[in-house]
């Protein structure tokens, strides 16, 4: 039988690997680097059998006006802009890239790290400014990771992959997750710890729980005071987990040291004041953005796609 397939995104690589999808199904490719707005997604997607979306929110609204849809794919790990359940009610599949992001994400959350205690945006700032540039060691003085203690909220596949990336840098590992982890912690020498004493006891933090309801603004304004004022966060996961203003006042304050930002609380904004600090590194949710990755997310994500309409025969 002959599917429609939407997919609301340019993609790298899809040129080459559509013929993943039997020739016969007809597909139509947003030609669009963005994605596609509601009003869009409901014009194109009104009579498909499957669509492959990237961040659009699939609403119980939206799903009310597909009428024919049989199987979603996201283009992400991340699965908090579906909603699950209006889709299983409808007997829709959906389908995410649960393995191909992981090494990926972690080495962003690795690289925010480094950058924040080496102090390196701040430092090439400071290069740029002036020729010949002026600098001293009281200007950019950073700190070693080695035996310092970094604190994993949210120990799964991500997690656990920055711990491993965080040893070879000879950090001390502490997690906090919602079960624990007694493999991972023997294989990477970690131990598990409160959220509360975590967060009092890392040198730095970095968030790799998934987003949606349970864990929104699991960091806020009273987690933030527990931290050491020299520690350090990094948010790999989703913005909601983050009371954003509350990090920004605290960092504008100086009340802890430092933070790098991949996700945003309201995406693609940032709050005010946010741009404006020195002691935050802020990258537009590139966590995947590696040729390596894209690729095969690709790659997976039309497999998924074509396994969920054809297993349903
Ligand atoms: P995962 O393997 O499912 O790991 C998530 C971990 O968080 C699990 O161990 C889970 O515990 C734990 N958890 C869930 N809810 C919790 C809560 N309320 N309190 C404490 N722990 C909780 O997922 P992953 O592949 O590591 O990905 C994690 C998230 O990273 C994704 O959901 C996505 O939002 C984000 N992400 C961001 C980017 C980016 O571009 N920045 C890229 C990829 C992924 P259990 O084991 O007990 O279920």
Not at 50 to 79: C, D, M, N
Not at 265 to 273: K, V, W
Request: hydrophobic share 40%.
């Amino acid at each position: 039988m002959s599917e429609s397939i939407v997919i609301t995104r340019q993609l790298p690589g899809l040129q080459d690997m559509i013929e993943i999808l039997p020739e016969n199904w007809k597909v139509w490719i947003s030609p669009h680097e963005r994605n596609l707005r509601k009003e869009e997604l409901i014009e194109k997607a009104h009579d498909a059998t499957g669509i492959l979306v990237f961040g659009e929110r699939i609403t119980e609204e939206v799903l009310e006006q597909l009428p024919k849809l049989k199987a979603i794919t996201t283009y992400s790990v991340g699965l908090d802009h579906i909603d699950l359940e209006a889709a299983a009610r409808r007997n829709i599949t959906v389908a995410n890239l649960p393995d191909e992001v992981t090494y990926t994400t972690a080495e962003l959350g690795m690289t925010l790290i480094l950058a924040c205690t080496r102090r390196l945006l701040e430092a090439d700032r400071i290069v740029r400014k002036s020729n010949p540039y002026f600098s001293n060691s009281s200007l950019i003085c950073g700190n070693n990771l080695q035996g310092k203690t970094l604190g994993v909220v949210g120990f799964g596949r991500i997690g656990q992959r920055v711990a491993k990336m965080a040893k070879a840098f000879e950090m001390n590992i502490i997690y906090y997750n919602r079960s624990k982890k007694p493999d991972a912690e023997k294989e990477l020498n970690a131990e598990y710890r409160e959220l509360d004493q975590l967060l009092n006891e890392a040198d730095v933090v970095i968030l790799c729980v998934p987003g949606g309801e349970e864990t929104k603004h699991l960091i806020g304004s009273r987690e933030i005071s527990l931290l050491k004022p020299t520690a350090i966060i990094v948010n790999i996961a989703r913005g909601t987990v983050v009371d954003e203003q509350a990090l920004t006042e605290a960092l504008k304050e100086g009340r802890i040291k430092a933070a790098g930002l991949d996700v945003y609380e309201r995406e693609p904004r940032t709050t005010p004041g946010l741009v404006e600090l020195d002691n935050v590194i802020l990258t537009p949710h590139i966590g995947t953005t590696t040729l390596e990755a894209q690729l095969q997310m690709t790659a997976r994500a039309l497999e998924k796609l074509r396994d969920s309409l054809l297993n349903r025969k």
